[in-house]
């Protein structure tokens, strides 16, 4: 089965730029989709399709994807932004969605 | 204001089934896909199951196929997921969302707890 590695924690002061990786297996071959989870709340998309954002998506928020790893980035990191954050892609070869382990991310 | 809105969640003994409900407003689930995801306590998300606009086709992730099966009424434009044989291990806030590629719209989720 495919599988989604992201690290469990990153830690950035407010104002940094924050990247948080999503590894896989030729990734790049996959769209891969962001979403933010703070707590008690239900998660919400912040970046799809790799690079693009949703409406009302700052764009401090924006993604890459290259080789076997996607990237999220959030510029300008403000204490607002701290929360759980999880890669995913759509599994073509077995009709199953896959979510990657998640990031907790701290503003110091 | 468009929203979905998931019930039926509660406690169940192990063996048993339950059914989950996922009621859209705002919008008609007719036209897309629809998903169901799952969150255990203190852990990450998992993918639960799909089911295409139409429903004539149906999928789901390893760990719950054979026992749960994902549906839809889109004359009363809601999703549900029938789930059997209920083990400790699904215990889980479950979530419904709309398919547009990504996840766009997720509901505020329902939990649901597996325990003798």
């Known amino acids: 089965s495919y599988v989604l590695t992201q690290p469990p924690s990153v830690s950035v002061a407010p104002g940094q730029t924050a990247s948080l990786t999503c590894g896989g297996d030729?990734?790049?071959?996959?769209?891969v989709h962001w979403y933010q989870q703070k707590p008690g709340q239900a998660p919400l998309l912040v970046v799809y399709?790799?690079?693009d954002r949703p409406s009302g998506i700052p764009e401090r928020f924006s993604g890459s994807n290259s080789g076997n790893t996607a990237t999220l980035a959030i510029s300008r990191v403000e204490a607002g932004d701290e929360a759980d954050y999880y890669c995913?892609?759509?599994?073509?070869?077995?009709?199953?969605?896959?979510f990657g382990g998640g990031t907790k991310l701290t503003v110091l | 204001q468009v929203q979905l809105v998931e019930s039926g969640g509660g406690v169940v003994q192990p063996g048993t089934s339950l059914r989950l409900s996922c009621a859209a407003s705002?919008?008609?689930?007719?036209?897309?896909?629809m998903h169901w995801v799952r969150q255990a306590p203190g852990k990450g998300l998992e993918w639960v199951a799909l089911?295409?606009?139409?429903?004539?086709?149906?999928f789901y992730a390893d760990s719950v196929k054979g026992r749960f099966t994902i549906s839809r009424d889109n004359s009363e434009n809601t999703l549900y997921l029938q789930m059997s044989s209920l083990r400790v291990e699904d215990t889980a806030v479950y979530y419904c969302?709309?398919?547009?590629?990504?996840?766009?719209?997720w509901g505020q989720g329902t939990m649901v707890t597996v325990s003798s």
């Open positions: 995913q892609v759509w599994v073509t070869s077995s009709d199953q969605g896959v």
């Open positions: 089911i295409w606009y139409n429903g004539d086709n149906k």
């Open positions: 399709n790799d690079n």
């Open positions: 969302a709309r398919d547009q590629s990504a996840f766009d719209i």
């Open positions: 705002g919008l008609k689930i007719r036209n897309y896909g």
């Open positions: 030729n990734i790049r071959s996959k769209s």
